[in-house]
């Protein structure tokens, strides 16, 4: 049985930080590329990072230089750290595993999701 759980999110006033957690069970992990994609309120999900079975990483545009994902294969975890917040970075946050995947931020690439978990950035 599949499973993907998000943990790390919160409240932080703009400018703050906040690290993700997503620690996957039920397929082989390290043969997956993971990512992270995100709702906002009256928005469409979209694609945040990705980090392919080989450690390779792909942003938006509107996280590059704020945002860092990581994979710990090892311990079947998946990381996003959040620097620099904004208000436009809230919304419910999800983790995602795919395979052999060519468009890396294009959700329909992704097979497995989690249930996500909120992140509210104030001004």
């Known amino acids: 049985q599949v499973q993907l759980v998000e943990s790390g999110g919160g409240s932080v006033q703009a400018g703050g930080s906040l690290r993700l957690t997503c620690v996957a069970s039920?397929?082989?992990?390290?043969?997956?590329?993971m990512a992270w994609f995100r709702q906002a309120p009256g928005k469409e999900r979209e694609g945040v990072a990705s980090?392919?079975?080989?450690?390779?990483?792909t942003y938006a545009d509107s996280v590059k230089g704020r945002f860092t994902i990581s994979r710990d294969n090892a311990k079947n975890t998946l990381y996003l750290q959040m620097n620099n917040l904004s208000p436009e970075d809230t919304g419910v946050y999800s983790c995602a595993a795919g395979y052999l995947v060519a468009d890396h931020l294009r959700q329909l690439e992704y097979n497995y999701w989690g249930q996500g978990t909120q992140v509210t950035v104030s001004s």
């Open positions: 039920g397929f082989t992990y390290s043969t997956y590329s």
């Open positions: 980090v392919a079975s080989d450690g390779s990483s």
